[in-house]
């Protein structure tokens, strides 16, 4: 920590940056999050369709196996996502912190698949999974929160967007939430977390949908309407009988999560971001 004109700054090398994060995404490809894995064995208590049972019982062995081994969940290891919060009383020495970013992802996909392609019509891999997509908020005080998502992309397919105008409501952003997920049926390998984004512009409300994936399992919006909101969707959804893997059943969502912001008088902009079996997610603080 140094002092300067009265405030304490912390500098951070970018070297210690990408060390951490290398680390924190090699750890999220093997290692599902604990609150995922409660509401997995809460689903296999409460699936009752016997096959839906069984493919709930394998994805959690699945789970135990990739983690003993420290092997991947899924051979989709995704496009890394990486959320970063960093105090404004920071600054980083040694480098690009950009640069030390796209080594560390470059860095821990070594040994998972790279499934990232450089220009979206040429189609051709970059070969070693970068670039990341990277979302940064300057917050206040001396820390750095890197928060990593390994997002797989049959979920990421079947993830949709809406630009409504208001006289919809809420019977309207509930139709198009339930009616995505039905659309998705087996290709987002469900049990599903339905992330949902309400709110903001255009370009916004995509990211306040993911931003609700990266919120634990078990957690409700503090807002009771969408907390209530929250709960009506979950039961429509599951009600959907889809099932684990879309092989029938009554656990098709394990989680809806929905996050708000402030939008134009004009619109109602609705996104839904599904994530998978395989939500691999984790953060670290430095
Ligand atoms: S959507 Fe998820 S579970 Fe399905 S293949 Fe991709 S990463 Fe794996």
């Known amino acids: 920590m140094a002092e300067t004109s009265g405030h304490v700054e912390r500098t951070i090398s970018v070297d210690f940056v990408r060390r951490k ?15 995922y894995l409660a509401a997995l064995r809460q689903a296999h208590e409460q699936e009752i369709a016997p096959l839906g049972q069984e493919i709930i019982r ?30 404004q009383e920071v600054r980083f020495v ?17 040994p998972l698949r790279k499934s990232v392609v450089a220009d979206p019509l040429l189609r051709q891999n970059t070969g070693d999974n970068t670039p990341p997509i990277v979302h940064y908020a300057i917050v206040p005080g001396h820390h750095v929160r890197l928060r990593v998502m390994l997002k797989g992309f049959g979920a990421e397919l079947m993830s949709r967007l809406a630009m409504f105008p208001p006289s919809v409501g809420v019977e309207g952003v509930k139709r198009f939430v339930v009616e995505t997920v039905k659309e998705a049926g087996p290709n987002a390998c469900p049990p599903v977390i339905v992330g949902v984004g309400l709110g903001g512009s255009f370009d916004t409300v995509a990211l306040l949908a993911k931003r609700a994936l990266m919120r634990p399992l078990g957690t409700s919006n503090p807002t009771p309407h969408l907390a209530a909101l929250e709960q009506e969707l979950l039961e429509d959804i599951n009600a959907l009988g889809i099932g684990p893997q879309g092989f029938g059943g009554t656990v098709t969502a394990l989680g809806v999560h929905v996050v708000a912001a402030p939008t134009h008088i004009a619109a109602l902009p609705v996104a839904v971001n599904l994530n998978c079996s395989a939500p691999r997610r984790a953060e670290v603080l430095l």
């Open 21 to 35: 994060l290398t680390a924190l995404l090699s750890q999220a490809a093997w290692q599902l999050p604990e609150d």
């Open 94 to 110: 040694g480098g690009d912190v950009n640069t030390a970013i796209e080594e560390a992802v470059r860095q821990a996909y070594r």
């Open 58 to 87: 394998l994805l959690l062995v699945n789970a135990d196996r990739a983690q003993a081994e420290r092997l991947p969940s899924c051979q989709d290891t995704g496009m890394a996502i990486l959320f970063i919060e960093v105090g």
